[in-house]
């Protein structure tokens, strides 16, 4: 019988054959099975189908037969099954950091792993109210550099900017570049933040990962920090959209009605204190903007009970936007 180039692809051919034209719903007969290698230029018998099945077998490829009236065959399970894959979809395409383009790569190489049938459904839109995707392509880029810093042990160069009213790119310090040790990357209301240390202030600072750009991991070894002086869990539980202030205890009333709020904010393990209509809870809040805003959005049904100082700054705060009504 004469060969073709391809006819030491015959196995991998097959294979591929059998991931993405069949699953439990579509099968093919030995003969579909000929007629597809074919197109492939490759001639192959009846009887070395059957034995490349159990070479297939062996290297983990769940091959199941079904019997009709003829038999026909099968990849019965994969290492995704399909809801998983509409869920890794799902957040993909719902993500704000990861921008449409790359949204659509990431989902073509998702579909990549499940037959020609299941990809279609992949193939959907996910509507998040009021979610738009990032414009900064480089963000995948970044988060790596940064992943890959943090595990070699080195500081990281880059330059953050900020969009003006033309949705252009504004750099700070002049598109001066930062030079800082990593930390640890925080995923916060949708957003990646880096959380570094700057020797020179002796301090953490958070930045978001989106707004970086050139980011690259340079020679100077990172800076050593004191873990019980800086508990990164700690830091990043206080902070509220990722916002710097001043840290302060508080004790805070809502009304029973929010309580899925306070357990999504501050977590199950947070200790209430109850009352008839309402509970308290004490809690390191830091004193920022943020937290004001979203403790404002309950209205009446969340005060701020103390300190004093607490209650003060969030008075100023309702005083300055009164004057602008």
Known sequence: MPTSPNQKMKLLYLMRILQDQTDEDHSLTIQELLNALAEY?????????????????????????????TFSYYVASRQFELPELKLLVDAVQSSHF??????????????????NYQAKELRRQVFIADRPKAINESVYYNIDAIHTAINSGFKINYRYFDYNQSKLREYRRAGELYTNTPIALCWNDDKYYLVSYTAKYDNLSQYRVDRMSNVSVCEEKADSIDKNR??????VKQLFGMYSGDVVRARLR??????????????????LI?????????????????????????????????????????????????TMY
């Open 41 to 69: 230029g490759i001639v192959a018998e009846r009887k070395s189908i059957y034995s490349d099945f159990e070479l297939l077998r062996q290297y983990g490829i769940d091959i199941e037969r079904r019997q009709a009236k």
């Open 98 to 115: 990861i921008t449409s383009k790359k949204s659509n790569e990431l989902i073509k190489k998702l579909s990549s792993l499940t037959n």
């Open 230 to 235: 800086f508990n990164i869990p700690k830091y």
């Open 254 to 271: 809502f009304d029973n009605s929010l309580i899925n709020s306070v357990l999504d904010r501050f977590g199950v393990d947070i200790k």
């Open 274 to 322: 109850n009352y008839d209509h309402y509970f308290e809870i004490d809690v390191s809040v830091s004193e920022s903007p943020v937290f004001f805003g979203w403790i404002t959005q309950f209205g009446r049904k969340a005060e701020i009970i103390g300190p004093d100082s607490l209650r003060e700054a969030m008075r100023e705060l309702v005083r300055e936007i009164q």
